[in-house]
Each structure stands twice: as C-alpha cells, then as structure tokens.
C-alpha cells in the first residue's frame, strides 16, 4: 500500500505569488493534518481535517487556507508568499480525528523556497 | 504554556556505540508521548509512542522510557548504524486532535563510521 504522498517535491516561488501544495493520504484515512517546518525546528501545526471539514487551525495568518476532498485528498494554499514561508511543509493522515495514541503517518514533503 | 524541551540539540557518536536522547516536557494534560525518527528533508517516522501507564517501550534497537511523575522520556539507542544518522523529534499530545500535539525542536544525531 502506497504510504502518504505529497506534490510536488520542491518548489521556487517568488514573493508575493501564491503556491498549492497537494497530499494524498494513506487509503481509508480520514485526517489529514499539515505542518510547516523551518530548518532547524520541530514541526509547526497549520490545519488538521477530517471528513472534509477543519478541525483545528495552527496560529497562522489568514495568507494559509486549506481544503479536503471527498476522495480525502488535500490543498494547501498559500497567498502573498514571504520570504519567511520558505520551510519543508508536511502533510500527515490518520485513520481517527485523535482521542488518544492514534498514530500519525507523514508523507515526505514538499520543500518550499521563496526568493 | 506546552513545552517540549529536547537535549542535547546535537550528538556525534562512533558507529556501533550508544546514545540516550533526552526529553522534558511541561504539556497538560497528558495523554501520550511520541519520538519521531526523521531524515533529512524527509518526513517523520514513528518509533514508538507511549501512554500514561507505559513506563518502557522497544522498536528493535530503540527503547523510549518515561518517567510521567518528572514529565521527563529518553530514547536508547543501543549499537548505532550509519543509518542511525537522523534528527530524533519527541512529541507530547494531550489527546485532541492534531492540534494537541506539541513537537520538540529534535536532536540531530550523527554516526561516524
């Protein structure tokens, strides 16, 4: 089974355009949650989904939005990118919203350079 | 305010020596702890995650244990391999969603041949 994919792989911006990031969770997974990571730092929470609707929204400024679809697949969409947006962007799925030691599966990512 | 402090911020060891990573956390409340295996530009894996009642948990040459009285959890790693060379993330949850996860900022463990 194929684990949790992200497109694309890596990506150049310049500031102030906008970016789609798409993932596409573990079959039969419901959630999924995307994460932004600056080098050098754990993983920051931007959105987590499920069943197509937001169940939780990290402190990020209204320049993130996301998207579930009913495949389960997902958007992440990023406005007026800063240079400060540049990071490694995970995304990760679930099978269950949470309540205890559910596990968690990260895809790969998408690495994300503003210039 | 949740905080995962993780230690030391880097390591360099011989190949086939061991090492003990180090986590204190301050979430509350606390429903399980998590570390996290991730190679460089890649994406996280999980070693082992841990509840309230579990104290030790193994994963072939890993072992995490947890102290909940003193929020503290170290992870063993016992005859390190080259591919051993990662940066290990400890991660507390306190039950929610993925919101309720707080992430440490990692170790970044090198294994010298």
């Known amino acids: 089974d194929a684990g949790v994919t992200q497109s694309p792989t890596h990506l150049i911006k310049t500031r102030g355009q906008h970016v789609t990031l798409r993932c596409s969770p573990i079959?039969?997974?419901?959630?999924v949650s995307w994460y932004q990571q600056v080098l050098g730092q754990g993983p920051q929470f931007i959105f987590q989904?499920?069943?197509?609707?937001?169940?939780g929204r990290g402190n990020f400024p209204d320049r993130f939005s996301a998207r579930q679809f009913p495949n389960y697949s997902s958007e992440l969409n990023v406005n007026a990118l800063l240079l400060g947006d540049s990071a490694l962007y995970l995304c990760?799925?679930?099978?269950?919203?949470?309540?205890?030691?559910?596990?968690?599966?990260f895809g790969p990512g998408t690495r994300l350079t503003v210039t | 305010k949740n905080q995962v402090e993780q230690s030391p911020q880097s390591l360099i060891i011989l190949e086939g020596k061991n090492c003990t990573l180090q986590?204190?956390?301050?979430?509350?409340?606390?429903?399980?702890l998590r570390w996290y295996k991730q190679d460089t530009g890649r994406g996280p894996v999980s070693l082992t995650i841990?509840?309230?009642s579990e104290n030790t948990k193994s994963n072939g040459r890993y072992t995490a244990t947890l102290d909940a009285d003193t929020k503290q959890s170290s992870l063993h790693i016992t005859a390190s391999q080259l591919s051993d060379s990662a940066s290990y993330i400890c991660?507390?949850?306190w039950g929610g969603g993925a919101d309720g996860l707080t992430f440490g900022k990692g170790t970044h463990l090198i294994i010298q041949p």
């Open positions: 841990m509840t309230f």
């Open positions: 990760a799925s679930s099978l269950v919203l949470g309540q205890g030691a559910y596990e968690q599966y």
């Open positions: 989904y499920y069943e197509k609707e937001e169940r």
């Open positions: 991660v507390v949850s």
């Open positions: 986590c204190n956390y301050t979430v509350s409340p606390f429903s399980n």
């Open positions: 079959s039969g997974h419901k959630s």
